[in-house]
């Protein structure tokens, strides 16, 4: 099983509200043919290929797994009743008038979820109806020597049935927001987002991922576990300075059980990252209370994000976007692509192409074809701000890791080739062989898709390798950048796969070890 990456990253849509609102940075889009969706009124096109990972679940997680399964009818049967509850929720003219739907100067968010009050008197002038608080702390943030607040907002929809409680809205955004003390009998609404905390539904088998928050003085911190037999665990603290909240802290974990096989610190008070990983093909059962690691590694850190950012740049804070608005389709002159074969960027975010996001633009990769007929990959970018979409490259083979940093998008494809004067036979024919993986290679360009360059290469023979039944394994580029530096993972299946430390350009290459151990 792949090991579980845990990376910061953003999205440009949440609920969000502060008093004091940053800027969007807005992208001038190629100067190429551009086609707008109301000229073509094109549909969606292309099959998915989605590829998915088995494991052998425990046998208490099957057990609760067919019990999960054995409710199903019985859930379906309450479809309908669900539905409507779920309108009368969302709410009609009347609460739009009141403030229940999102804050427009926020962006639009999930229908029902409202703008907070501005102000309010006490902590529960801020809950509005059909919403409870699910977690408080208090602190004095604003060193005024009077207390002020950070909670968390669920939706309350409980309805009894017989012995037990149905939650409806499992995948429904949890609000977390801070309020601050104006006089002694008033307060006034700091920040609200949706993004920073995990729903109901997204802690895997485990359940419900949520843990109470922790503050003191100036901070906060929230917490997260989840998983099935592989479990993993988030926690990230927000510091309040001059008006500002910043994501000074965060930790994050993976592994089968209590066996840790990936560690993250990210301390932006020193300036410095810490990475320690270790196989996940060892023998657990012989490392399980072992606390030696393959790899430890420190790298420096870029400026700290806002907690602004830290929400918009969360891959997760996808799902919460209703409004995806194509206004343009932009094309590179060496792209034959008509527009009925682009997927818009909600097709990609909902079947998981989407890779990158922040507060300008997302990410995504396509394609057309199929595993039988050829086809091509494209790498996709669209802008929050004017809702243009711009297909950036066209490749042969699937586009990963993506990724965008100093205004270069970074992105890596397979290396294929046919060896010279290979051939295949069936029966008395003689047919050229067909292109295999041979490696793999990191590429980047500028955000306009211009200038494309290879920064590097890892190719599976040429390091030493034997290849097996004349097939490569499984080859991935797993990379972290971070003040101008690169550390590339080349993860070869279940082979020892080595680390390379090097800048953004691809110079001062360095192999640092590797997993596991030499």
């Known amino acids: 099983m792949r090991k579980a990456i845990f990376l910061s990253a953003a999205v440009s849509i949440s609920i969000l509200h502060f008093t004091a609102c940053d800027g969007v940075l807005a992208v001038k889009p190629m100067e190429s043919k551009i086609f707008t969706t109301s000229e073509t009124n094109g549909s969606e096109s292309g099959a998915a290929d989605v590829g998915s990972e088995s494991t052998t679940l425990p046998e208490e997680i099957q057990d609760e797994t067919k019990e999960i399964q054995s409710g199903t009818k019985e859930i379906q049967g309450e479809t309908e009743e669900i539905q409507v509850e779920t309108k009368e929720f969302q709410g009609g003219p009347e609460e739009k008038e009141e403030g229940i739907e999102s804050n427009g100067e926020a962006g639009d968010g999930p229908q029902g979820v409202p703008r907070l009050p501005d102000t309010g008197r006490q902590l529960e002038d801020f809950v509005p109806d059909g919403w409870e608080i699910l977690d408080k702390v208090e602190l004095d943030f604003n060193q005024d020597g009077i207390s002020d607040y950070i909670g968390v907002l669920d939706v309350d929809r409980e309805e009894p049935e017989g012995d037990r409680i149905l939650r409806i809205y499992q995948d429904y955004p949890r609000i977390l927001f801070a309020i601050a003390s104006q006089e002694t009998d008033r307060y006034c609404l700091d920040f609200q987002d949706i993004n920073l905390i995990r729903t109901r539904n997204e802690g895997g088998v485990f359940g419900d991922p949520y843990l109470p928050l922790t503050a003191g003085g100036t901070w906060f911190t929230t917490h997260a576990y989840g998983g099935s037999g592989w479990k993993w665990s988030e926690d990230s603290t927000y510091t309040y300075r001059d008006g500002t909240w910043w994501l000074t802290l965060r930790e994050a974990t993976s592994g089968y059980g209590a066996f840790i096989t990936s560690y993250t610190e990210d301390d932006w008070e020193k300036g410095v990252g810490i990475r320690k990983r270790r196989s996940e093909f060892s023998d657990l059962l012989e490392f399980v209370e072992s606390e030696e690691y393959d790899m430890v590694y420190e790298l420096p850190l870029d400026e700290p994000l806002t907690l602004e950012q830290a929400g918009k740049r969360s891959l997760r804070a996808l799902d919460r976007v209703t409004d995806w608005e194509v206004e343009g389709i932009v ?180 192999r640092i070890g590797q997993m596991p151990k030499e």
Not at 331 to 346: A, G, N, T
Not at 438 to 448: P, T
């Open 331 to 510: 094309f590179p002159p060496d792209v034959e692509l008509s527009e009925e074969e682009v997927w818009i960027p909600e097709k990609a975010a909902d079947l998981g192409y989407a890779r990158y996001c922040d507060e300008d633009c997302v990410l995504y990769t396509f394609h057309t074809g199929s595993d039988t007929d050829g086809g091509f990959y494209y790498l996709a970018r669209y802008c929050w701000q004017d809702k243009v979409l711009s297909v950036l490259a066209k490749e042969e083979s699937e586009i990963g890791g993506l990724e965008l940093y100093g205004n270069k998008i970074y992105y890596s494809t397979e290396i294929r080739e046919t060896a010279a004067g290979e051939m295949m036979t069936e029966g008395e024919e003689q047919t050229a062989a067909e292109e295999s993986t041979v490696g793999i290679r990191l590429n980047r360009m500028g955000i306009d898709g211009t200038r494309k360059e290879t920064i590097f290469e890892y190719r599976y023979q040429e390091e030493g390798h034997e290849m097996v039944e004349s097939r490569t394994p499984y080859l991935e580029l797993i990379y972290e950048i971070s003040k101008d530096e690169m550390i590339v993972e080349v993860y070869i299946g279940d082979e020892p796969h080595p680390f390379y430390r090097m800048k953004t350009d691809g110079s001062g290459q360095k």
